[in-house]
C-alpha cells in the first residue's frame, strides 16, 4: 500500500497565534491531493503554545477533510529527519526585543521608520537571529541534508546568506512583498484588480526595483515572457504626480529611476532621510500584541468547544490571503517536491536566492531578490536584472553590510559588527557605532554571542 503521507514538512516557530493557524492552513490546502497528504511537523519551544496549535491543526484538517500527519514536539531533533521541506520562522522575544531595537537608536537621533530590517537595528536584529537559525540549519544539515529550507525569520536576506555561507543546504528566503504591492496598493491607486497586474523586480529584500510594469492577460509565468499589455508606468507617474502617495518612492524614482516596492515604511528602512519625507510613526507592537490575543482566545475556544471550528477555519483562510496572497509558502514545495505543477514551475515573484549573475554587477553569493522558478532542480533566479550605476552602487554597499552584519553574528566578530554600521549610512562616526552596538548588547544579554563585547 502507496504511503498515504509521502510529504514531510517541518516547521519551526509553529506556535505564532497568527502565524501558525495561516502557514498550516496554507500547507494542508495545498500540499494535499486524494493521494497525496503530508505529513505536519511542528516544532516550538513554548509547550502550551506548541499543544495549542497542534490541537488547531488536527481540528483543521479534520474540517478541511484532510487525512494529514500532525505531529509536534519542542525537540526539533526528533522529527527532522525524512523532511522534504523545512519552514523556518523561529525567534525569541520577537516583538519585545524589536521594541527595544526601535527605541536604542533614537537615544542617539537615529529615527527609524520601523527598526527591525535594516540601519542599526536592523544589525541588532541580525545579531540575535543568525545564531537562532544557524543552530537550527546544523540540525537539519545533519538529520535532513536535502531539504529545502524556507526562511521566514528577518532579516531574511542576512538570514538566509547566513545559512548558504555556512551550511551546504538548500535554502530560500521567503517574502510577499511584491503580492502586497500589487493587491493593497497599486490596485486602489491603477483601478486595475491586482490579478491583472504583472510587476517584475530586482534588488534586495525590501528594497527591490520595479524594472518591468504592465497590465497582465494571463498567470505570472506566461506574462513575464509575453510583450503584450500596457505599460502602467506612465499611469503610476501619472496619478502620483503631486507626491503625496508614496512621497518617498517618488522621490526615489526620480533619483534613481526606478520605484521600488512595497511601501515607503518598508524601503525607507534603508534610507537616513525617510523620516523627512514621510511621517514615522513605528511598528504599531500593541496592536500586534492584541491581534495575537484575539487569535490565541479564538484558538482555545475551537479546542474548549465554544467555537464553530468550520468558522475558525474560515477566518483563517481570510487571513491566508491577506498574509500570503497568491504567494504562499507552499508554492515553493509544491514547485519543488511535488514536481512541475500544472502550467510548468513554480514561478515566484520574489525569490531571495544568491545572486550567481542575475543583477551583473553585485557579487555572486550575495542574496539578491529577484523573480524565480521552483521545480525539480529547486528555486532558480529568472531573467538578468540590469539595474543603472546609482542603484548597483546602493546595492552594493547594502551587500556587503549584508556580509558583513550575518558574519559578524555568525562568529561573534565586534569588529565586523562595528564596520557594518560604519559603512551604514544611518551612523555618523566611529564612536557613535561603539555606543550604539554596546548599547544592543546590553539590552539583548543572552541573546547574542558573548565575544560581541570585545
Given at each position: 500500500m502507496a504511503n498515504p503521507h509521502p510529504l514531510k514538512i517541518v516547521f519551526i516557530g509553529a506556535a505564532s497565534a497568527v502565524f501558525g493557524p495561516v502557514t498550516i492552513y496554507d500547507v494542508l490546502t495545498q500540499l494535499s491531493t486524494d493521494t497525496r497528504a503530508p505529513t505536519l511537523a511542528l516544532v516550538d519551544t513554548d509547550s502550551a503554545a506548541l499543544l495549542r496549535v497542534h490541537r488547531i491543526a488536527e481540528a483543521m484538517a479534520r474540517q478541511l477533510g484532510v487525512e494529514a500527519a500532525v505531529e509536534s514536539s519542542t525537540d526539533r531533533r526528533e522529527v527532522l529527519a525524512g523532511a522534504h521541506s523545512v519552514i523556518v520562522a523561529a525567534e525569541a522575544d520577537r516583538i519585545e526585543r524589536w521594541r527595544l531595537d526601535w527605541e536604542i537608536p533614537r537615544r542617539f537621533g537615529i529615527r527609524h521608520t520601523l527598526g527591525e530590517n535594516r540601519g542599526p537595528a536592523g544589525l541588532s536584529h541580525t545579531l540575535r537571529t543568525v545564531p537562532l537559525v544557524l543552530d537550527i540549519a546544523s540540525?537539519?544539515?545533519?538529520?535532513?541534508?536535502?531539504?529545502?529550507?524556507?526562511?521566514?525569520?528577518?532579516?531574511?536576506?542576512?538570514?538566509?546568506?547566513?545559512?548558504?555561507h555556512y551550511t551546504g543546504l538548500r535554502a530560500y528566503g521567503y517574502c510577499d512583498g511584491l503580492w502586497d504591492f500589487k493587491h493593497h496598493y497599486l490596485e486602489p491607486l491603477l483601478g486595475i484588480p491586482g490579478e491583472r497586474i504583472f510587476v517584475e523586480a530586482a534588488g534586495i529584500n525590501h528594497a527591490v526595483w520595479i524594472t518591468t510594469l504592465r497590465t497582465a492577460e494571463n498567470g505570472d509565468a506566461e506574462s513575464r515572457g509575453a510583450q503584450s499589455g500596457e505599460d502602467l508606468y506612465p499611469r503610476?507617474?501619472?496619478?502620483?504626480?503631486?507626491?503625496?502617495?508614496?512621497p518617498l518612492g517618488r522621490h526615489l524614482y526620480e533619483r534613481y529611476g526606478l520605484w521600488p516596492h512595497e511601501n515607503d515604511?518598508?524601503?525607507?528602512?534603508?534610507?537616513?532621510?525617510a523620516c523627512e519625507l514621510i511621517e514615522c510613526p513605528g511598528y504599531d507592537f500593541d496592536a500586534h500584541l492584541r491581534e495575537e490575543r484575539q487569535w490565541?482566545?479564538?484558538?482555545?475556544?475551537?479546542?474548549?468547544?465554544?467555537?464553530?471550528?468550520?468558522?475558525?477555519?474560515?477566518?483563517?483562510?481570510?487571513?491566508?490571503?491577506?498574509?500570503?496572497g497568491d504567494a504562499p509558502p507552499s508554492a515553493v514545495i509544491r514547485g519543488v517536491h511535488l514536481g512541475a505543477p500544472p502550467g510548468g514551475p513554480q514561478y515566484l515573484h520574489n525569490a531571495n536566492i544568491a545572486n550567481r549573475g542575475h543583477i551583473p554587477g553585485l557579487p555572486d553569493d550575495m542574496v539578491v531578490e529577484i523573480p524565480g522558478l521552483a521545480s525539480p532542480a529547486g528555486v532558480r533566479g529568472v531573467g538578468m536584472h540590469r539595474l543603472g550605476p546609482a542603484l548597483l552602487s546602493f546595492l552594493q554597499r547594502e551587500g556587503t553590510i549584508q556580509r558583513l552584519s550575518a558574519e559578524a553574528a555568525a562568529e561573534g566578530s565586534r569588529t565586523k559588527a562595528l564596520t557594518a554600521l560604519e559603512l551604514d549610512p544611518h551612523v555618523g562616526s566611529p564612536a557613535t557605532a561603539e555606543a550604539l552596538l554596546d548599547a544592543f548588547l546590553e539590552a539583548h544579554r543572552g541573546y547574542v554571542r558573548e565575544s560581541l563585547g570585545g
Open positions: 540540525d537539519i544539515e545533519e538529520l535532513s541534508p536535502e531539504a529545502t529550507v524556507i526562511i521566514m525569520t528577518n532579516p531574511e536576506d542576512r538570514v538566509a546568506y547566513a545559512v548558504n503610476l507617474l501619472a496619478e502620483t504626480a503631486d507626491g503625496s502617495w508614496q515604511e518598508h524601503y525607507g528602512e534603508y534610507f537616513p532621510y490565541r482566545s479564538a484558538a482555545e475556544e475551537v479546542i474548549a468547544g465554544t467555537r464553530d471550528p468550520a468558522r475558525f477555519t474560515s477566518e483563517v483562510a481570510d487571513a491566508v490571503w491577506e498574509v500570503f
